[in-house]
């Protein structure tokens, strides 16, 4: 069969199973778009208004189907923006696939209109960055970069796509479908020898995280940990990957982590580690275990073996997968239930906080949606103070999903509700955004309404900058520069994209605000009064203040 590199492409998409894809268009990759007129219902595009939501978009999809996400921009500004999502899906480890426009091989090198030496740019920022150069060679390289975004650590593949490659005919082969490759799984050894040092324990601690898990896997992992009774902590940002309502189940260990998770991990004579990078969140600052040699003796299991020993050495190295890993686990029996026992209760002690400032309070709608929302819901969020709420006052059940970055970038939240209404129409997804963070990606709202893949977002307003000024107070007090906001009207914004909206003033008019978001059929923004006050669940903006003022006085 001839057909040019851009049908090819499709068709081996197709082959892989891809059912999904985003993107802004682009005049570099008209072949491809074309390919994709006759695809609807078999690889949709969901058209997006911005690459970087378009790359969101792609990475939560992958964080949360574990196939990879497709996005599609054009070369030069399209990829520079969508840059953002490719840096998150690396730190989340999400499988996701850029498909890029670049200029034709015949002007390579010579700075054409929007040329980007891919390689070079992502070359540190992705698993992976190529560039087609025969078309014949396009199945293989297609390929590799499914199997590399989706085995051992998972993470973003960059394909860059020239413009002949993509109009040049050919009669390659399409792809037939993608390799069956299992995870790797433990020796007897390995797991005989992680559970003789687990017995061994007086104060252990499973910490695991990542975004490869089965149900299978969590399953076994969670029935190991209940039968050993042993705390678990969860990664930052993976706390939905562990039953929040298990007994076993202590915290997060993530930003503004919680004093009794600290002196967890701090105390902890034994940590098994499954799937786990030790990003900066989870260790508070690489403080939490010695750097190159923990105090602790850490079992670290990881599909990859380029995170084990990264950067900490550990006194057992598994290379395996967390499934598997999981699966070859027995109980192991020790002296610790006081252990356990005390940590769940200082975890379950976290959700009581005082009456918050202000119009409204969200430790009491936090409360009223963790009783009421639906066991499968998706949350999603972006960046900044408000994430406390869904991150701290949520429990996730098994069913339910958290999307939200490792890589701390804002905006993220809006484009990964969209992604995960795409993927699951009939669950509710409920977006938690700040009104900074809502505004660095809005314009999405355009891609909700015209793929009819409307999510309920929540925007807490407090016309600031909240986790810069809470920064401000306590390092420049009562100095407050480039963190207040003027906001437009968020309601007929949303109403202006099909959405429902309205404000809510007050506590007392969440509820009913809230069903008739939830019952509404076009999706729904409400926006949220919240006093700058509010900052924090246990400290207010001004009490920060006063406290910065105080230390200042008292070194003067």
């Known amino acids: 069969m001839i057909r040019n590199g ?26 491809v778009l074309d390919a994709l007129h006759d695809t609807h219902g078999r690889l949709d595009y969901i058209l997006c208004r911005n690459e970087g939501g378009a790359a969101f978009m792609a990475s939560a999809y992958g964080k949360l189907t574990g196939m990879p996400g497709l996005c599609f921009v054009t070369r030069g500004p399209g990829v520079t923006n969508a840059s953002i999502g490719v840096h998150t899906a690396m730190q989340d480890s999400s499988p996701m ?23 070079a740019v992502f070359g540190t920022v992705a698993k992976w960055a190529v560039e087609i150069d025969d078309v014949a060679r396009l199945p293989e390289i297609v390929a590799r970069a499914w199997t590399t975004a989706t085995t051992g650590r998972p993470g973003p593949v960059v394909v860059a796509l020239p413009e002949d490659m993509l109009t040049t005919l050919t009669e390659a082969a399409r792809l037939s479908g993608p390799a069956a490759i299992f995870e790797p799984a433990p020796s007897a050894d390995a797991t005989a020898s992680a559970l003789k040092l687990l017995a061994a324990a007086e104060r252990p601690v499973l910490l695991m995280g990542g975004a490869n898990w089965t149900a299978d896997g969590r399953a076994a992992l969670q029935a190991f940990a209940q039968a050993s009774d042993i705390p678990v902590v969860a990664a930052f940002r993976y706390q939905d990957q562990f039953d929040n309502h298990s007994p076993a189940f202590v915290g997060e260990a993530g930003v503004g982590m919680v004093a009794h998770v600290k002196n967890l991990i701090r105390d902890a004579d034994v940590i098994l580690a499954v799937n786990v990078r030790f990003g900066e969140m989870t260790t508070d600052g690489y403080t939490l275990l010695s750097v190159p040699v923990p105090r602790q003796k850490l079992i670290h299991v990881h599909g990859s073996d380029r995170e084990i020993g990264k950067i900490y050495v550990p006194a057992l190295g598994i290379h395996a997968g967390p499934n598997a890993f999981a699966k070859a686990l027995t109980p192991v029996k020790g002296r610790w239930t006081e252990w356990r026992a005390a940590a769940r209760k200082a975890y379950e002690g976290t959700f009581s906080a005082p009456v918050q400032p202000g119009p409204v309070d969200m430790v009491a709608v936090s409360a009223w949606l963790r009783e009421t929302l639906p066991a499968d819901v998706i949350l999603t969020n972006g960046a900044g103070n408000f994430t406390v709420w869904p991150n701290k006052f949520f429990k996730f059940g098994p069913e339910a999903r958290l999307l939200a970055p490792q890589s701390g970038a804002m905006g993220y939240g809006l484009p990964a509700a969209v992604a995960a209404k795409v993927a699951f129409p009939e669950r509710t997804v409920v977006c938690f955004a700040g009104d900074g963070d809502f505004q660095m990606n809005c314009q999405e709202l355009g891609t909700a309404m015209q793929a009819g893949a409307q999510p309920i977002v929540l925007i807490l307003n407090n016309g600031i900058y909240g986790t810069i000024r809470a920064h401000q107070e306590r390092h420049y007090p009562a100095r407050v520069s480039g963190t207040s906001l003027e906001n437009p009207d968020f309601v007929t914004l949303a109403k202006a994209y099909g959405f429902h909206a309205e404000r809510v003033a007050s506590t007392q008019d969440f509820v009913a605000a809230f069903g008739r978001a939830l019952n509404s059929a076009t999706g729904a923004v409400l926006d949220i009064a919240i006093s700058p006050e509010a900052l924090t669940p246990r400290q207010t903006l001004s009490q920060m203040r006063d406290a910065a003022l105080a230390s200042q006085k008292a070194k003067a």
């Open 97 to 119: 696939i850029l498909f890029v426009g670049q200029v034709g091989t015949d002007m390579r090198g010579r700075e054409a209109f929007q040329e980007i030496d891919y390689r």
């Open 6 to 31: 851009g049908r090819l492409l499709v068709e081996c998409l197709i082959a892989l199973g891809a059912t999904k894809s985003f993107g802004v268009p682009g005049e570099s990759y008209l072949a």
